[in-house]
């Protein structure tokens, strides 16, 4: 087996776990946390296919061998952000609700 | 395919599985920076050594303490009411097994088209830092304008109004 | 034979490791190097408690401990045995797991981060192209294990004083990363054996050290003022002032755990002070070229301990700063001096050698000084005096 099918095959389970965290778990909070978990297997999907991609310098017209490592750490810095603003929401939903249950918002007025 | 490999996936599955599984949240925390853990160690084993270190600063150091705050001040610690899981949980588990059947698949079948190469490319911080003030430095100026709009933003979202404290 | 004493630790290591077979002989050395931190740095932080404890009692005008032993030097050891026969006390309703945990992970963390010091020359255990980073993102990590250790008691006083730890830690991370920025700046590359060797030449005699220039001066106060923070070290030590809050986050602690709570926090001050030394004092060079005899590690060793006694002296000197005057002093007096610091040595680079660079310099981080310190903190003013001492 390719090295490179491994680290996507755990990448893609990863995936799917934090997917399956999102959608079942009630808590707002874990739902943020099947969000960073889905992020992240992204991550190690651009960096595993960086390391063993075919490497820029062998062809013409290519972008420079950089580019899978500098999307993953834009991708860092974006979840950072995300999760911030996300966490304050939360916090902020917690304040005027007094739960963090998303199965008991399921009304949009207020 | 290595030992080494086989013992950091474990490790990051079993810390991805902990995060969603457990009943309490502030453990489900600290299970996930397991996870993140385990990912910084996969991408130093990938070579990507800026990345790793970048993975631990700010997933472990910054967001992992992030998520446990709002754990304590939306009071989540306690134990909830009813179950932990949501009424409808059948269907997010079966979504997400149907995308993890679909991604495998995927994989498995394109396994010998991938590209397969020994040796890593050879990156050095000075390099990341060129590309960073050269390329990319479009990339950057505009993450820095996203990260201040999100500083400025989680401060005004989670700030406490006056008026509502009575 | 000046090469001699200064190889001394690394000649030694050869040879121990030729009587191995060649498949073994690679990681029989980083093993080596492993075991000489572990024994060394405790050793060390044996040393710092004693003097600590002698020095601020000779700055409270009171001898420090001097039953045990002549001048109380096996005091450190009463200690050990102490702390290692005490009984282990865990809460009932405490979360076991995670309260075993937490002094683990600060004492794995803080340990790993000695991995790319350079101790001496050639002595750093692994030598990182992204060595300053790694250091970084472990110190992050040690921030977690105060909060395991807080939250894991389940004890109202221990929950506050880790989230107060926390939000210091945090708050004071950014200017230490940010005065950190600046040496790197200048050297142009995060691996500190690259760093020292910048600061390792000689001009009249004189090093080139970064303290001597007026970046890298007011870089080094902020790196202190920040490393004292992150260390939770007074006068930051309201986490774990004993009249606020009992003893803060670790206050369900004892018998061994304690200890390992307390040398995770020497260990760490040392670290840090070991970091602080490599950017800012030279690492192991020596300060005059004509004591360039004496071995690269004792000089490394003797600004550690240097840096040691100025926290010590430090501690015994200020009074504890409050929690908001704390993060009022971080975010708006450190971080932006540090980042001016930053646009600092940017011009200092670019200015070209001469005596020109040194007057601007100083002239800018002066000014910025007087006005953010002096004018610009909210200062109290108190009215005449109200109460009588106690005749």
Not at chain 3, 117 to 132: Q, S
Not at chain 3, 384 to 390: I, V
Request: hydrophobic residues 55%; contains cysteine.
């Amino acid at each position: 087996m390719n090295p490179l099918t491994g680290y996507l095959l755990v990448a893609a389970l990863l995936f799917a776990i934090g997917l399956a965290g999102a959608l079942t778990r009630r808590n707002a909070i874990l739902v943020l946390i099947g969000i960073e978990l889905m992020l992240n297997a992204a991550n190690l999907n651009l960096i595993a296919f960086w390391r063993y991609g075919p490497h820029p310098q062998a062809l013409t017209g290519q972008p420079d061998p950089l580019t899978g490592m500098m999307f993953a750490i834009f991708s860092i810095a974006v979840a950072a952000a995300e999760a911030a603003v996300g966490l304050g929401l939360v916090i902020q939903i917690h304040r005027h609700a007094h739960t963090t249950d998303l199965d008991a918002m399921n009304r949009m007025k207020g | 395919m290595s030992i080494v490999f086989y013992v950091i996936a474990a490790l990051s599955v079993a810390g991805a599985l902990a995060a969603v599984l457990l009943k309490n949240t502030v453990h489900c925390a600290l299970a996930l920076t397991v996870a993140f853990a385990g990912l910084a160690l996969m991408f130093l084993e990938l070579d990507a050594q800026f990345a790793g270190f970048a993975q631990i600063l700010i997933y472990i150091g910054a967001v992992a303490i992030l998520v446990v705050f709002a754990i304590l001040l939306t009071r989540g610690s306690e134990t909830p009411k009813d179950t932990v899981y949501s009424r409808n949980w059948i269907v997010g588990l079966v979504t997400a097994a149907a995308i993890f059947a679909m991604l495998g698949w995927a994989v498995l079948r394109s396994a010998p088209a991938l590209p397969h190469e020994s040796a890593a490319p050879s990156v050095t911080v000075m390099d990341i830092g060129n590309a960073l003030m050269g390329r990319y430095v479009l990339p950057l100026e505009i993450v820095a304008l996203l990260l201040t709009a999100a500083l400025i933003g989680a401060v005004i979202v989670a700030m406490h109004e006056k008026e509502s404290a009575k | 034979m000046i090469e001699k004493a200064d190889q001394i630790f690394v000649i030694l290591a050869h040879w121990l490791v030729s009587f191995l077979p060649a498949w073994l002989q690679q990681p029989a050395m980083v093993l080596l190097g492993v075991v000489a931190i572990i024994v060394t740095f405790p050793a060390l932080f044996a040393i710092t408690v004693l003097l600590e404890r002698k020095g601020l009692g000779r700055m409270q005008n009171r001898y420090g401990p001097n039953r045990v032993g002549p001048y109380g030097i096996f005091q450190p050891v009463a200690d050990g045995l102490k702390s290692l026969t005490k009984e282990d006390i865990v809460p009932l309703s405490a979360d076991a797991v995670v309260h075993f945990l937490a002094p683990v992970l600060l004492v794995v963390v803080v340990f790993m981060g000695y991995a790319v010091l350079p101790i001496g020359r050639n002595m750093t255990l692994v030598n990182m192209d992204a060595g300053l980073l790694f250091f970084f993102a472990i110190g992050a990590s040690s921030e977690l294990s105060v909060f395991m250790a807080g939250w894991s008691s389940r004890n109202k006083y221990s929950l506050l004083g880790a989230m107060r730890a926390v939000a210091q830690m945090i708050s004071y991370e950014v200017p230490l990363l940010m005065s950190s920025v600046a040496v790197v700046m200048i050297t142009g590359s995060l691996s500190l054996g690259k760093i020292v060797d910048a600061q390792n030449q000689y001009t009249y005699g004189l090093p080139h050290w970064y303290i001597f220039t007026p970046w890298g001066f007011a870089g080094f106060i902020l790196f202190a003022v920040a490393a004292t923070a992150e260390t939770n070290r007074s006068p930051f030590d309201l986490p774990e002032g004993e009249s606020e809050l009992v003893a803060g986050y670790f206050t369900e602690y004892s018998g061994f755990k304690f200890a390992l709570f307390f040398l995770g926090e020497y260990v760490g001050m040392l670290g840090i002070s070991g970091l602080g030394t490599t950017l800012f004092l030279g690492g192991y060079s020596a300060p005059l070229q004509v004591l360039g005899f004496v071995p690269s590690w004792i000089w490394f060793f003797s600004k550690i301990m240097l840096s040691m006694c100025v926290f010590i002296w430090v501690r015994g000197t200020l009074p504890r700063l409050r929690q908001d005057q704390l993060m009022n002093f971080a975010w708006k007096f450190v971080l932006p001096l540090s980042l001016l610091n930053l646009i600092v040595a940017g011009i200092w680079r670019f200015m070209g050698d001469g005596w020109l660079r040194w007057v601007a310099c100083s002239t800018i981080l002066l000014l910025a000084y007087t006005v953010m310190a002096r004018v610009g903190m909210k200062r109290e003013h108190f009215g005449p005096r109200s109460y009588r001492y106690a005749e």
